[in-house]
């Protein structure tokens, strides 16, 4: 949980061409990629939840949507720049899919607003990475900073997602404003990565599999830890968590 997959250490070792094509972005580009990762959030949440048969089964079908998410990553790639918002959405709509499909294979009940907040969470954990020195990237750290937007909030038990959505003024959009600063990382590395020419077709299919073969591994853990946090209680499992964490250091 603390670390990224073999997939995304392959983004990093361009780091240095990434890295150098994030600072030169405009702060204008910056802030729509910002924008899009708000509103592919927004409508993926909202439209998986409406069509996701919620009961459970007992593996997920982590290939299925890899090859998918791959096939739209080598059409974006592809296209160029152009087609980025386009790849971005259905990719997201995607893996957040394949999320709720291993949620379930976990236990989580996809009817329950703490379940569906937990699908979302996930795309906050976007491991250590060089481009994110400035979040705090701890998994519990994580937990309670995008937890807190919804933490105590009034007339929230009972609703779902798809409830709050529609509902102007709720602490749902600034939860899933948090979760996009920290998602847009991955999505800033992703656009300057298929921006380079030579990367194409083959290349945004690449990165489109260390995207989603990432966060799978992200929802697994997650939604294990949650499994265990349910059976033994959130302290405990918190504290094994972190004598594992210092034992590693």
């Known amino acids: 949980m603390e670390q990224i997959g073999w997939a995304m250490q392959g983004l990093n070792k361009m780091g240095n061409v990434i890295e150098s094509r994030i600072q030169l972005l405009p702060q204008k580009q910056r802030n729509w990629l910002q924008q899009i990762t708000y509103k592919v959030?927004?409508?993926?949440?909202?439209?998986?939840?409406?069509?996701?048969?919620?009961?459970?089964?007992?593996?997920?079908?982590?290939n299925f949507y890899k090859a998918l998410v791959t096939s739209s990553g080598a059409i974006?790639?592809?296209?160029?720049?152009?087609?980025?918002?386009?790849?971005?959405?259905?990719?997201?709509?995607?893996?957040?899919?394949?999320?709720?499909?291993?949620?379930?294979?976990?236990?989580?009940d996809l009817n329950s607003l703490d379940s569906q907040l937990a699908c979302l969470q996930v795309f906050a954990l976007g491991g250590k990475s060089k481009h994110d020195d400035n979040l705090d990237t701890g998994y519990y750290a994580t937990k309670i900073a995008i937890g807190s937007a919804v933490k105590g909030a009034s007339?929230?038990?009972?609703?779902?997602?798809?409830?709050?959505?529609?509902?102007?003024?709720n602490p749902l959009l600034?939860?899933?404003?948090?979760?996009?600063?920290?998602?847009?990382?991955?999505?800033?590395?992703?656009?300057?990565?298929?921006?380079?020419p030579i990367i194409g077709a083959a290349g945004g299919a690449t990165i489109n599999l260390a995207f989603i073969d990432h966060f799978q591994n992200m929802a697994h853990a997650h939604f294990s830890i949650r499994r265990l946090e349910r059976k033994y209680s959130e302290e405990q499992i918190r504290l094994e968590y972190e004598e594992m964490s210092i034992a590693k250091i």
């Open 41 to 62: 959030l927004h409508t993926v949440v909202k439209t998986n939840l409406l069509s996701m048969n919620k009961k459970a089964k007992t593996t997920p079908i982590n």
């Open 76 to 108: 974006g790639g592809a296209l160029g720049a152009s087609a980025f918002a386009v790849d971005l959405t259905l990719a997201t709509k995607l893996m957040m899919r394949s999320i709720m499909d291993i949620a379930r294979s976990e236990g989580e």
């Open 155 to 169: 007339g929230i038990a009972g609703k779902t997602v798809t409830t709050l959505l529609n509902t102007t003024g």
């Open 174 to 196: 600034q939860l899933i404003a948090q979760v996009a600063s920290r998602f847009s990382v991955q999505v800033s590395e992703k656009f300057v990565a298929q921006a380079i």
